[in-house]
């Protein structure tokens, strides 16, 4: 019918552009996608499925978009220019704009549960099961539910998708891996670190990751650095070890924490019966000072080629006309600005991995503490230096760890409009939903006296605030839930 043949086609135009870090005509998610679709239905429904809740997602938040059936031609009609959400617009949405007070169109819903039902006879079969438009299925559903809320099973989803890993034999073993193995890897160690669980994809999975030759790796694919990723793929097991029993009457010792020289750490009782948690700790933190990001794998505008060949005709970034070529010294000097902007964001990623560290290491310390905002300065610092679209807008992991340790109100303003940024640029509605968790820190954070001042820390965090490890998450009693679990890239 001519709407699906719409949502296919704006699937093509619009999510193809923005699901990547950067378009280009050999992008697998309209290369490989689409033309497996048209040869299986499951596959094909989760497209729709996906297209539609897009659609909702930019009308939830006020943001313009290709219309239908007022369109005669969809095909032929790109998208409409973006209608940017401000920090004023933003709160006139808050508080209305939750998923679960306005759902998805039907349309969207009846697409995802035959997505599901036609998946589900996939899955039933040993030989279809293995086949690529299976995995693909799945990849697409986690998107949509990204798009949808950023909320869901994902454990369960993940748990799913690793089973059906080692059913078609990927690994260092066989040697096979492609670049949907390499996504799910990279959303199920993300999201552990947040949701309070160990990932499920790690080992010999990350090695692949790290050994790819593919133009489409990590980097061009989510915007983070593979090395890096393997020091952060690693938090989510620091963060579980901080929750082992300790020795009785260890979170008694008194440690001299109120005075805060702004240069010190604070001191801390390793010798508290979690030795694999400081062991693990200290030798991640080192590594992650010692670090520094490189351009051999960087995602850049430039090495996407997007001047010569590229398929899109998304409006999201601008392209040379046809048949010209820059002059030399200026491609040059571009792709040393854009390399620029990704080592920036590298250590944005760096810096917010520490923050997550020291919060596990310190969950009785307030938020103002110096060894908090020494390292939300340096996060902030580099996030100014990258550009809020592209690869600025793959950054909610490190900006949603920062976010939550914010006391200054103009930090809380950078974050804040970056959030919204990336909602603009991509339009997944799980930009917003991280940044409601992040209001609901702050305002709880205000109705405590906390007046966005920093104050050093003369005072020591409430009573309650002084558990250990994970759970000093700021997030935690936010969003804690055995089930549902919150997906922020």
Known sequence: SPHLRFLVDYYDKTICS??????GHNNPFRRKILS??????ALL???????????QSRKRMGLSTVSYPEIASPIMTPTSPHSPMTPDSYRSHSSDCSPSIHGIPDSAIRHKNNCTRLLQNHLADSVASKEDPVSATLLILLFYHLCDSGVGMFKTHLAGVKRLMMMREVGTETGRWGWMETIFCWLDNMCSSINNREAQLRGGYLDMIRDSSDEWGLESLTGCNRDLFMRLAGLGRINILSQM??????????????NDDGKSEPARNE????RDFWLAWNAMKSDLYEWRPTTHHAATFSRMNLDR???STSPRKAKSPPGFAPPTAHAKAKEAVEMNHWLHACNVYRYAAILYLDRLAYPHLPSSHSIFQNTIREVLDHVACVPPVGLGSRLLWPLFITGSECVVDAHKT????RCLDMQNDVGFFNKFSSLDVLEKIWKSDEEEGNSGIFAGARRLGKPENRSIGGRGLRWRKIIGSDKMEYLMI
């Open 245 to 258: 029993p300790t020795t009785p009457g260890a979170e008694n010792v008194h440690l001299d924490d109120v």
């Open 414 to 417: 950078l974050i804040r409009e």
């Open 18 to 23: 923005v699901i990547v870090v950067f378009d």
């Open 36 to 41: 497996m679709a048209f040869q299986n239905s």
């Open 271 to 274: 010798n508290d019966g979690r």
């Open 309 to 311: 060949g590229s398929e």
């Open 45 to 55: 429904e989760a497209v729709f499925a996906l297209s539609q809740s897009h659609l």
